[in-house]
């Protein structure tokens, strides 16, 4: 079948291949043929090593597809049912799922550093955060694969894999945005427009979008943020918009530690600075012991949108349904396997208004 693969860390292309085999399922997983496959800024860290990663191995982990064989056990899913996959399926067990934080459990993410799903001949792949959705076919844990209604688009329902969950959530179950609430977002890619499209929801009055591209900023605006404005014009909003107070809530969807301190530095006293950008394990923040109790500001790191996956995915859908959340409108360009290089240096390059490109498989 065909499937992307990274031979090694810092490669800035995929082999495109149409000679990989997957195995399974075994008992307790799901065989799934992909259908579609978002184009992550993720994927281009686990490229790079800013992401832990495994090499050689299928990279994608925000698809969506149709079950085709299921293993001993599972008895939720059948062949023909459509899911989303998720990265971070719980187990159900584990003290992160029995406390009720199931983003958390690492029990099935631990399993993906060890456990090789594909195969080149006798060569092992690993599947990038256990999936690998840029392979027409792969093998997953049955909790990852997340049922949805069969006439959801799979671009749709893709979407929500990853960043509509990671960016929605980070409104509402991490902030938990209480409405009429002030919000300022860095960054305007695939998963901040889903935070600004969250914090609408929520009921925010003022959503400022801060991106250092002016072409995003119409884009910002059209998903629902009030101001839309470059890093230097930051301070001057803020004075015009809080009298110099600051926001309440603060989003970091890039991931830098000058993201993090400028919305540490532009949220109100007592306010939220919610951290939802993947950043480097060497890239390291700078606060004074005064100013952390003296602001009493709260950080708050948000991964995978501290979601519930089956709960908050049928969120998400119904939010879709509602008209509240524009998913379909986050899809800027519809790809073919042969692009999908092409579609990562889109995304690289990042000087344009894409928000998210779709891989279709037929």
Not at 258 to 280: L, M, P, Q
Not at 336 to 354: K, P
Request: net charge negative; with cysteine.
């Amino acid at each position: 079948m065909r499937a992307a693969v990274l031979h090694e860390i810092g490669n800035d292309k995929l082999d495109l291949r149409d000679d990989v085999t997957v195995a399974g399922p075994g008992p307790g997983e799901v065989r799934v043929r992909v259908r579609a496959s978002g184009i992550c800024h993720s994927d281009l860290s686990a490229m790079t090593g800013t992401l832990p990663a495994m090499a050689p191995g299928v990279v994608g982990h925000e698809g969506a597809g149709e079950v085709v064989a299921v293993g001993d056990g599972v008895d939720h899913l059948q062949p023909g049912d459509h899911v989303t996959m998720s990265f971070v399926p719980p187990c159900g067990h584990c003290p992160d799922c029995v406390r009720g934080e199931l983003n958390l459990c690492a029990v099935h993410v631990i399993d993906a550093f060890t456990t090789a799903r594909f195969r080149i001949g006798d060569q092992q792949l690993f599947g990038f955060s256990g999936l690998g959705t840029f392979a027409e076919e792969l093998v997953v844990p049955a909790p990852a694969a997340v049922k949805v209604d069969p006439d959801v688009p799979f671009e749709t329902a893709a979407l929500i894999a990853c960043g509509v969950l990671t960016g929605v959530g980070a409104v509402l179950n991490t902030a938990k945005v209480e409405p009429g609430s002030t919000a300022i977002v860095y960054g305007c890619g695939g998963v901040g427009i889903s935070v600004i499209q969250g914090l609408r929801i929520a009921g925010a009055t003022t959503i400022v979008a801060v991106d250092p591209v002016t072409a995003k900023h119409d884009v910002a605006k059209r998903f629902g943020a009030t101001h839309a404005v470059t890093p230097d014009q930051v301070e001057e909003t803020k004075h015009q918009l809080t009298a110099s107070q600051g926001f309440d809530y603060a989003f970091d969807v890039v991931g830098a530690p000058a993201t993090i301190r400028a919305g540490w530095d532009h949220s109100r006293r007592g306010g939220s600075v919610v951290v939802v950008g993947a950043g480097k394990a060497d890239a390291m923040v700078e606060f004074s012991a005064q100013e952390l109790f003296l602001h009493d500001k709260k950080i708050l790191g948000s991964l995978y949108g501290s979601a519930h996956v089956e709960r908050d995915t049928a969120a998400m859908l119904r939010f879709w349904r509602a008209g509240m959340l524009d998913l379909d409108g986050m899809i800027s360009r519809r790809i073919g396997f042969d692009d999908l290089n092409a579609g990562l240096e889109t995304l690289r390059d990042g000087s344009g208004d894409v928000i998210r490109q779709v891989v279709t498989f037929g």
